[in-house]
Structure formats: structure tokens, C-alpha cells
């Protein structure tokens, strides 16, 4: 079958960024397989972390390793709608290293998972990081942790 190609060129990783009205989570790898994407299908877990005013949100599920990723309100153009919202939208999607979508799943949060992410988000909206101050952080944060220990400062698990 025919894979759609993803529409932005990104390097192998992971990333997100808040793209048309959503929040969009990559993981990018030079292959997968059908069995990866049959276990993903077949459940994983988003968790939304909040810690030293850090926004995590770590995948976990299928042969995936528990994947980590960081947003930072300040940093983002859609600041402001994304802050005004009620309800959040989150979509997940595996990509290969030709960009060919080989996985994507949306979710509507419901409006108490999308009230606690954005009550952290409006707090970390307000916090003065020095410059530099964020991407140390996050530095911190990541020696200190696997992605999959930062599951004990989770404040919401989305099901996806």
C-alpha cells in the first residue's frame, strides 16, 4: 500500500510542535516494521509530565522505547490560542527516514485531561527562564532521567 508522505522534512528523532490546532508529536526512524505498528495499534500511553517547569509529554507502548517530548509555551507562535482553548487535541505519528507516514493517530483529550495540561501550561507561561535557562533545564532533566522514569511527575495519562 501507498504511504502518504509527511508533510514537514524532519531529522531522525523525535520532535512536536503545535501545528494546526494541535498538538503534533514525531517519531522519526529510518524503518519500522509491521509488527512495531501492529503492537502501537494495539495501545499506548501519552503521558503529560509537569516538573521545574518543564512540559513533557512521554510516549510509551509496543516495542517503542518510552520516547520523550519537551514543548515550551514561550516558545510558540499559536501561544496565545493554544492558551484560550477548552479542549486539546494530540496527534502521534511514526515516520520512516523517506517520510512516509507509516502511523498517525488523533485525540481529542476530554476537557479535564485538557484543563490540567493547560493549567501548567499558563503557569509555565508565566516563568521567567533566563536565556539559555530552558534548554539547560531540559538538559538537567534528561541526565537525571530515562523517559520513562519521568512517569512519576505525570499529571495526566492520555490513552491513544
Not at 17 to 23: G, K
Not at 42 to 57: P, R, S
Not at 122 to 134: I, L, T
Request: charged residues 30%.
Amino acid at each position: 500500500m501507498e504511504k502518504k508522505k509527511f508533510a514537514y522534512d524532519v531529522e531522525i528523532g523525535t520532535i512536536m510542535d503545535y501545528v494546526e490546532d494541535h498538538f503534533m508529536l514525531v517519531i522519526k526512524d529510518e524503518t519500522w516494521s509491521d509488527e512495531e505498528i501492529e503492537l502501537i495499534k494495539k495501545g499506548a500511553t501519552l503521558n503529560f509530565c509537569y516538573t521545574q517547569d518543564l512540559a513533557i509529554f512521554v510516549l510509551e507502548g509496543g516495542d517503542i522505547d518510552s520516547s520523550d517530548f519537551y514543548f515550551n509555551i514561550q516558545d510558540c507562535d499559536l501561544k496565545d490560542e493554544i492558551l484560550e482553548k477548552e479542549l486539546l487535541d494530540v496527534e502521534l505519528i511514526l515516520v520512516d527516514g523517506k517520510n512516509n507516514v507509516w502511523y498517525s493517530k488523533r485525540k481529542t483529550l476530554s476537557l479535564e485531561q485538557s484543563k490540567i495540561i493547560l493549567d501548567c501550561l499558563k503557569k509555565q507561561a508565566q516563568v521567567g527562564f533566563m536565556p539559555g535557562e530552558y534548554e539547560v533545564n531540559i538538559a538537567g532533566i534528561q541526565s537525571a532521567y530515562e523517559p520513562f522514569e519521568l512517569e512519576k511527575f505525570s499529571k495526566v495519562s492520555i490513552k491513544l
